[in-house]
């Protein structure tokens, strides 16, 4: 049996008694103050355990919301390194697509296309 149970118990065996004495008198006077005690340690126990509910259900909350946060960084990041990769990717193939057009530019004299000349012009500065 619990403490709180065991408080309950107690007031209502006093609320019993206090049928049996004399309105006014000290004996019931008496038994209303030590009940009046014990209901105050009910109400406070109460109060304790709900603030705990309270406390433990936002700690859940918080905990929930910072899982969520830390899967929207996971994936902020992976596409991060996506876009880090695809970029690398990317200017790798340019330079690769430019060397080998300066390549064919040396075999034949002439560049076949714009990008090409663009790139062969940002190799060899005119100065």
């Known amino acids: 049996m619990s403490m709180e149970d065991l408080l309950r118990t107690e007031i209502e065996e006093n609320l019993e008694n206090m049928k049996d004495f004399e309105l006014g008198s000290k004996e019931y006077e008496s038994a209303v103050e030590s009940t009046c005690k014990l209901v105050d340690r009910v109400i406070s126990i109460d109060r304790n355990a709900d603030d705990y509910n309270l406390k433990d259900k936002a700690r ?4 929930e919301v910072k899982n ?3 899967e929207k960084d996971k994936r902020n990041q992976m596409i991060q390194n996506g876009i880090t990769v695809g970029s690398i990717v990317v200017s790798t193939a340019v330079t690769i697509w430019g060397t080998l057009a300066s390549f064919k530019f040396e075999k034949e004299g002439t560049v076949t296309t714009i990008l090409g000349r663009q790139f062969i012009s940002k190799l060899l500065p005119k100065k």
């Open 68 to 70: 969520i946060q830390l």
């Open 60 to 63: 859940e909350a918080d905990i």
